[in-house]
């Protein structure tokens, strides 16, 4: 019926403006139309030459070629606003040989509302990643407002998770996990609780991070019997207990241990960074290196834990030219050469996440120099040297020449 | 009265009531004692930095340290420096700890709602080196020559992008920028692609070579203050113009670089 008295309106209107053009000279009607004419034409033509912004259609399932599944790369998706720079994305890492991708995925973002979920921005991520031919790994986090503590003066962040929202955190790593089994079945359950930062600023609490697990891991499982629930990765530092700022990863895994862990997850994640020394560097307890991963694998053998396979989910070297840890360039590729060659040879080890692939914007900052491919999608010689290794391309030819003499 | 007349002395009436108006409610500059409450102007650096901010002994020295004098100089207001983290740097001046960052920031866009940065003091992009009297003024006459850079380096990737744009040139990756510079120095590059820093410092260390630069990319250098103090960017650009003006700027970025 409002249909029927719009087109009424519509239709008395254009007989009104007919009527009132009729006085008007034809000529100057004519030459108006003329007028609407071209401009309409230019309009078509404008339209037909400016390039469209690249359309993310699906192409045709592809698999990731490579010698080397343990290659993977931690991706940073799910700020991106534009769905082709997603795809554009994948399609490097699926070029680059890296079968395996990190990939946040922050409850605040997906549940900002109790009971309402938001699953468009995961859903094409993980769209393009199948269509890709790769396989993700979740990794968790982010209490959004609603599951925060509301009490007047009393300080949260988006790392505030209070044992009381831990069954709505369990509800949504549920609900994600049945919504993505067969697609996405590794599920990091937390970020660096170790950290203060990461844990709402609170002390940090290995057995409080043990409690979390433990409702989680029998839930996502129930959600997804094939689910792989990885504990969360432990900033590598070297804090002492007491400390505000964290607890050292050692003291804190062996907490978690003893404080009953080692039911509640199927894989441990870790994050290992090399900073300023080379990959074959040894570790060792009072020193922040790659090798650093082998001593939390010690303690979780000495737990009987050693059929307990590891993720690296995060490591890599900075050569950023300002960060007082950084390396060279060529030192950092051949680093992560090193550190891949090294992650092969360990069999208690299932990949090797470089941080960062891609950041959605620059940070004009040192970690800029983490990523393997610019803001637009430049490729970085870390890239391809990354890709020749997974394509088991071995590097015969010097990479640069000698300095000159003088 | 002629109807004229009245037409232009209404005109001159109301002309004058918006004067007046206008310049009762436009509010008049601040002082500079009101943009620096404390009396003295609060510098947030990084001394982390050479050669824009260092510690030498327990001073910090370096460029962004004889910019932030030559300003309070300027404008006759003592400087403080406050010696920050490079994370701190934008959460200190947000908190009101600092007045202004001079640590050899580049502008960030994505900063603008909370910062206004001042108009740059420098150019820290990519710079094509080349010995005084070489023809090469621009990428593009790299054609068919060499060309020096670090491997794996920014420089890497720009010269991975010229190579798909322009007639090919030589790529010679050394394992360091000051190898790629040596490598022109010595005759054995025609050119070398480095930062502006790195191509200053060398330039600085082998004084008895004269060298030309073309700039390639863009990566400025400015300072910044909160985005709700927009009196301060005017103060801080009209000082920075003198001292430009003045060949001060161009002393201190020569005494560094």
Redesign the interface.
């Known amino acids: 019926m409002r249909l029927y008295y719009l087109a009424k309106g519509s239709f008395a209107l254009l007989i009104r403006v007919i009527d009132r053009l009729s006085h008007i000279k034809p000529a100057i009607i004519r030459c108006a139309a003329a007028w609407i004419v071209r401009a309409v034409i230019a309009y078509t033509l404008l339209t037909a030459i400016i390039p469209a912004p690249p359309r993310p259609l699906l192409d045709i399932p592809h698999t990731v070629e490579t010698q080397h599944p343990h290659v993977c790369v931690h991706t940073r998706l799910i700020d991106e606003v534009d769905e082709w720079k997603i795809q554009r994305t994948l399609v490097a890492v699926r070029e680059m040989g890296a079968p395996t991708i990190v990939e946040f995925f922050p409850w605040a973002y997906i549940e900002s509302n109790h009971d309402q979920y938001d699953w468009v921005n995961a859903d094409r991520i993980v769209r393009h990643a199948r269509n890709q031919g790769i396989r993700i790994i979740a990794r968790m986090g982010l209490v959004p407002a609603w599951a925060r503590p509301q009490r007047e003066g009393e300080f949260t962040t988006l790392n505030t998770l209070p044992p009381a929202a831990y069954n709505e955190f369990t509800q949504f790593i549920a609900d994600f996990a049945a919504r993505y089994a067969g697609v996405i079945d590794h599920i990091i359950i937390w970020n660096e609780p170790n950290l203060a930062f990461e844990w709402g600023y609170q002390f940090v609490n290995p057995a409080g991070y043990v409690d979390l697990l433990r409702v989680v891991y029998s839930a996502a499982h129930a959600a997804n019997p094939n689910v792989i629930v990885l504990a969360a990765p432990l900033a590598p530092t070297l804090e002492p207990p007491g400390s505000p700022n964290g607890l050292n990863d050692l003291l804190y895994l062996e907490a978690i241990y003893q404080a009953g862990a080692a039911n509640y997850f199927d894989a441990l994640a870790v994050h290992t960074y090399g900073f300023e020394h080379p990959a074959d560097q040894l570790p060792a307890p009072d020193a922040l290196n790659f090798r650093r991963a082998e001593l939390l694998r010690d303690i979780m053998m000495r737990y009987n834990d050693a059929d307990t396979h590891v993720y690296i989910t995060e490591t890599g070297w900075n ?1 950023s ?2 960060w ?1 840890r950084a390396v ?3 030192q ?2 051949a680093y992560t050469i090193d550190a891949l060659e090294w992650a092969a040879d360990q069999n208690w080890l299932e990949t090797l996440c470089l941080w960062v692939f891609r950041t959605p ?2 940070t ?3 970690t800029d120099y983490f990523t393997l491919i ?1 803001v637009d999608f ?5 890239y391809y040297a990354v890709q020749n290794y997974a394509r088991g391309i071995s590097q015969v030819e010097d ?3 000698p ?4 | 009265m002629a109807a004229r007349t009245q037409w232009l002395i209404a005109f001159l009436v109301i002309t004058g009531i918006i004067a007046a108006t206008t310049l009762l409610i436009t509010p008049r500059p601040p002082s500079l004692a009101e943009l620096f409450p404390s009396g003295q102007i609060r510098v947030g650096v990084d001394p ?2 050479a050669p824009f901010a260092f510690y030498i002994g327990d001073d910090i020295q370096g460029l962004d340290i004889d910019l932030a004098w030559a300003i309070g100089n300027d404008l006759g207001i003592p400087v403080r420096l406050v010696a920050l983290g ?2 701190g740097l934008y959460d200190a001046l947000i908190t009101d700890q600092v007045d202004v960052l001079i640590s ?3 502008i ?1 866009v ?1 900063r603008l709602d909370r910062v206004i940065y001042t108009n740059p003091y420098f150019n820290a992009g990519l710079v094509l080196v080349s010995p005084h009297d070489s023809p090469i003024l621009s990428m593009r006459d790299l054609a068919g020559l060499r060309l020096a850079y ?4 920014t420089a ?2 720009e010269v ?2 010229w190579l798909r744009r322009i007639r090919p040139f030589v790529s ?5 920028e000051s ?1 790629a510079l ?2 022109v ?2 005759g ?1 590059a025609d050119a070398a692609l480095v ?1 502006a ?2 191509a200053g410092l060398y330039a600085r260390d082998h004084a008895e070579w004269t060298i030309q630069q073309a700039q390639v990319t863009d990566l400025l250098y400015a300072a910044a203050v909160r985005a709700d103090y927009p009196a301060r960017v005017t103060v801080l650009n009209e000082s920075i113009k003198r001292l430009f003006e003045r060949g001060e700027l161009q002393q201190i970025i020569a005494r560094w670089l």
């Open positions: 050569d030219p300002r007082s060279t360039p060529s950092r590729i914007a620059p004009f900052n040192y610019s430049q490729r970085k010689p870390i990479l640069w020449l300095a000159p003499n003088g | 982390s930095y490079f994370d050899a920031l580049p960030e994505s670090e491997y794996g380096s890497h990737t991975n992008r010679q990756p050394y394992e360091l190898y040596d490598a120095r010595l054995d930062d820093i790195s």
